[in-house]
């Protein structure tokens, strides 16, 4: 891999990038290098396996020292980061030692297009970050309006085909829409990435019928993507069935962003484990937990 022009993330990448990237990464802990899941539950996207069921931002961590240990401690499947051409000696001595940080960590690489808002501008950052990062994955963001950061739904669709026709995994960040995402299914993506609530807001399913009923109508893979705020909110979304979550800025602006990102990874664990192990249904009234055996024949009702 070439090192790339600029990498960064939206909304504040990771500050204060130090080109001593040895120096940073010999007080960290160690990140295993990437290796074949062992896991006897992998999450299957596009054919390939993964171990981890958590994906994570890059962007907005307090130093590149935080980010790599947070990625230590929860081993995310992938990393997500958006390529931008700038100019400027500082900036290009910044994505530099972040591209170091990315080789460094050995995580597989999720580039996104964020910050776009044509379909054209979707193609051409795709085939940048293809060319960049020597990688056929793709995020695919389209923004729609700049307030929200909602997808544009119109364009989504025809972006995702072009890209897919181009040989791209496509991993469209979308709402949950069942309509939206059937159609991105119908075009050819594999697995869909609904969002949660609007990116950065923390709040959590803010509609959770929706989310539900698009679980339970849809077969293909789905991550939920932004809006997730506490580990609760993925553990909540991994019960209903998801199967994976997709976290940046609910971990990068914790107090104890590592400390957080290994919550996060836990929750997503536990969430996955309930959804399989089945969990009961809600009753409209109480009963009983205990056995009535020995229990006085009038107290049997």
Same mark, same amino acid.
Request: negative net charge; contains cysteine.
């Given at each position: =891999?070439?090192?790339?022009?600029?990498?960064?993330?939206?909304?504040?990448?990771?500050?204060?990038?130090?080109?001593?990237?040895?120096?940073?990464?010999?007080?960290?802990?160690? @990140?295993?290098?990437?290796?074949?899941?062992?896991?006897?539950?992998?999450?299957?996207?596009?054919?390939?396996?993964?171990?981890?069921?958590?994906?994570?931002?890059?962007?907005?961590?307090?130093?590149?020292?935080?980010?790599?240990?947070?990625? #230590?401690?929860?081993?995310?499947? =992938?990393?997500?980061?958006?390529?931008?051409?700038?100019?400027?000696?500082?900036?290009?001595?910044?994505?530099?030692?972040?591209?170091?940080?990315?080789? &460094? =960590?050995?995580?597989?690489?999720?580039?996104?297009?964020?910050?776009?808002?044509?379909?054209?501008?979707? +193609?051409?950052?795709?085939?940048?970050?293809?060319?960049?990062?020597?990688?056929?994955?793709?995020?695919? %963001?389209?923004?729609?309006?700049?307030?929200?950061?909602?997808?544009?739904?119109?364009?989504?669709?025809?972006?995702?085909?072009?890209?897919?026709?181009?040989?791209?995994?496509?991993?469209?960040?979308?709402? %949950?829409?069942?309509?939206?995402?059937?159609?991105?299914?119908?075009? #050819?993506?594999?697995?869909?990435?609904?969002?949660?609530? $609007?990116?950065?807001?923390?709040?959590?399913?803010?509609? $959770?019928?929706?989310?539900?009923?698009?679980?339970?109508?849809?077969?293909?893979?789905? +991550? @939920?993507?932004?809006?997730? #705020?506490?580990?609760?909110?993925?553990?909540? @979304?991994?019960?209903?069935?998801?199967? &994976?979550?997709?976290?940046?800025?609910?971990?990068?602006?914790?107090?104890?962003?590592?400390?957080?990102?290994?919550?996060?990874?836990?929750?997503?664990?536990?969430?996955?484990?309930?959804?399989?192990?089945?969990?009961?249904?809600?009753? %409209?009234?109480?009963?009983?937990?205990?056995? @009535?055996?020995?229990?006085?024949?009038?107290?049997?009702?």
């Amino acid at each position: =891999m070439r090192p790339p022009i600029h990498t960064t993330d939206p909304a504040n990448a990771t500050q204060d990038m130090s080109p001593n990237l040895e120096a940073m990464t010999s007080s960290a802990p160690d @990140v295993p290098p990437a290796s074949e899941p062992s896991s006897p539950d992998p999450l299957i996207l596009y054919g390939e396996s993964f171990a981890s069921r958590l994906l994570l931002g890059t962007s907005r961590y307090p130093s590149p020292l935080v980010l790599h240990r947070a990625v #230590g401690r929860s081993q995310p499947a =992938m990393l997500t980061a958006s390529l931008r051409r700038q100019t400027g000696g500082s900036s290009a001595e910044a994505s530099r030692s972040f591209w170091q940080l990315l080789q &460094a =960590m050995a995580v597989p690489v999720l580039p996104n297009t964020a910050g776009c808002h044509t379909v054209q501008e979707v +193609i051409t950052t795709a085939e940048m970050a293809r060319e960049v990062f020597e990688t056929d994955w793709i995020k695919l %963001e389209l923004i729609g309006d700049t307030d929200t950061l909602q997808p544009d739904v119109v364009h989504l669709p025809q972006a995702a085909e072009h890209l897919i026709r181009a040989g791209f995994k496509v991993l469209p960040y979308c709402t %949950e829409d069942l309509v939206l995402c059937r159609r991105l299914v119908e075009v #050819g993506c594999q697995a869909v990435m609904p969002w949660a609530a $609007p990116i950065g807001t923390g709040q959590g399913p803010v509609n $959770p019928y929706a989310m539900r009923m698009l679980r339970e109508r849809l077969e293909v893979p789905m +991550i @939920v993507d932004a809006g997730l #705020g506490r580990p609760s909110h993925a553990c909540t @979304v991994m019960e209903w069935g998801y199967d &994976a979550v997709l976290l940046n800025t609910a971990v990068a602006l914790a107090q104890d962003p590592v400390a957080m990102a290994g919550a996060f990874a836990q929750a997503v664990s536990a969430g996955r484990a309930a959804f399989l192990g089945g969990t009961m249904s809600a009753q %409209e009234a109480a009963q009983a937990s205990t056995p @009535v055996l020995g229990t006085p024949f009038w107290h049997q009702t």
